[in-house]
């Protein structure tokens, strides 16, 4: 069986594939209302939020547009936090519709240091929002968010949070935290397949949407929360297979129960990291911020992480991910979020080993136990 590893999609379990399998009902008939107020309901739980959530269809990048378009005029002063290719992405979409963006950039492998958030904010007053990456799936780093939001909300500004490949994973408290927007995507965390993205949305932001003049259509909240108080409808026809697919995860997820996911998380970060530590590799990440949901690895000096994938999938059939923008090509990124144990990580260390010892024997027999 192949071993997909990468961060998002990931593997979904048999009960949430069995559930896409189910005839289309109409979309907007009593029985689909029912199941989408239910899977709204649930994803606020573990979101840990009492804001409004819209499901929209869409991958995460749409999540990040809509939450962009539906607080924000042309003009706006924006910060954009980047620790890599997501964070960039964020203050891309917010360029696009005509933002003024402040990128706030920090070394790759590095959390954002709220200190100098908090300098850029106090030099800077004109700045209305601040975009951040919790989880930068490119980098294999979480931010210190608790401490961000504390920042942040010292000089009252919106928080907009992309939290795509850390929610459902990781502890994201997103009311206590006092994220205004926070994100996530299907096929993440969640074991469901790709097409759909989470939005939650705060007071603070409903009143910046009331202000917010950027084009929006597909995307608009105000359309999305009128026709969610009709019974659990969508303003456009969503991904209803999808939708099943998510309510049958979410009842997989509360069986375990969220302090039991965030916990099996960290543990498998941790197993992740030794593992590969001693298979003599290094780290991208700063490891006290190192990801639980996704590691992003060195490979050994002379190794090309393309090849070392080619091998790995065509002879392990573990499949793994690459490096995205300035890291495409010189690191690789195994992803272990959402349908994961120990079983799977032991799989993917020992098959990392054999390939190493394959393509790079010397390095391979001098760090290898
Ligand atoms: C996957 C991911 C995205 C993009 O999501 P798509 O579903 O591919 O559009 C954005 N941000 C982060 C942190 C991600 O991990």
Redesign the pocket.
């Known amino acids: 069986m192949v071993e997909l590893r990468i961060?998002?999609p990931t593997p979904c379990p048999p009960e949430v594939l069995q559930a896409m399998t189910k005839q289309m009902i109409d979309h907007r008939g009593k029985e689909f209302g029912q199941i989408f107020t239910d899977v709204t309901d649930k994803l606020k739980q573990l979101f840990q939020t009492k804001n409004d959530l819209f499901i929209l269809t869409?991958?995460?990048?749409?999540?990040?547009e809509a939450a962009v378009v539906n607080t924000l005029s042309p003009g706006d002063r924006v910060l954009a936090v980047s620790i890599g290719a997501?964070?960039d992405?964020?203050a891309n979409i917010a360029k696009a519709f005509g933002a003024d963006v402040v990128p706030l950039q920090f070394e790759l492998g590095k959390p954002a240091d709220p200190d100098v958030i908090r300098r850029t904010l106090r030099e800077d007053a004109a700045i209305k929002a601040v975009l951040v990456?919790?989880?930068?799936?490119?980098t294999g780093v979480t931010n210190d968010l608790a401490a961000i939001s504390k920042v942040v909300k010292e000089f009252d500004k919106l928080l907009m949070v992309?939290?795509?490949?850390?929610l459902g994973s990781l502890d994201l408290p997103v009311d206590e935290w006092h994220c205004d927007v926070a994100?996530s995507?299907?096929?993440?965390g969640w074991m469901v397949p790709?097409g759909l993205?989470m939005v939650s949305f705060s007071q603070e932001a409903w009143r910046a949407h009331a202000q917010a003049k950027m084009p929006r259509f597909y995307w608009d909240f105000t359309q999305a929360k009128n026709f969610l108080a009709r019974g659990g409808q969508t303003p456009w026809t969503p991904a209803v297979a999808t939708v099943y697919a998510f309510s049958a995860a979410l009842n997989i997820l509360a069986e375990e129960g969220l302090p039991n996911i965030v916990a099996r998380h960290a543990r498998i970060g941790k197993k992740v990291r030794n593992g590969v530590k001693a298979l003599g590799l290094k780290l991208l990440a700063d490891e006290k911020y190192a990801s639980n949901t996704?590691t992003a690895v060195w490979p050994p000096e002379g190794v090309d992480p393309g090849n070392l994938r080619r091998v790995l999938r065509e002879k392990h059939q573990v499949v793994l991910a690459g490096g995205q923008g300035k890291l495409d090509g010189k690191i690789f990124r195994i992803g272990h979020l959402g349908w994961v144990d120990e079983a799977n990580i032991e799989r993917v260390l020992l098959c990392l080993k054999l390939t190493l010892e394959e393509i790079a024997p010397v390095k391979a027999q001098q760090t290898v136990k």
């Open positions: 961060p998002g869409g991958s995460g990048t749409g999540g990040m997501f964070g992405r964020f990456t919790h989880n930068e799936t490119s992309d939290a795509i490949s850390s994100i995507g299907s096929q993440k790709p993205t996704v």
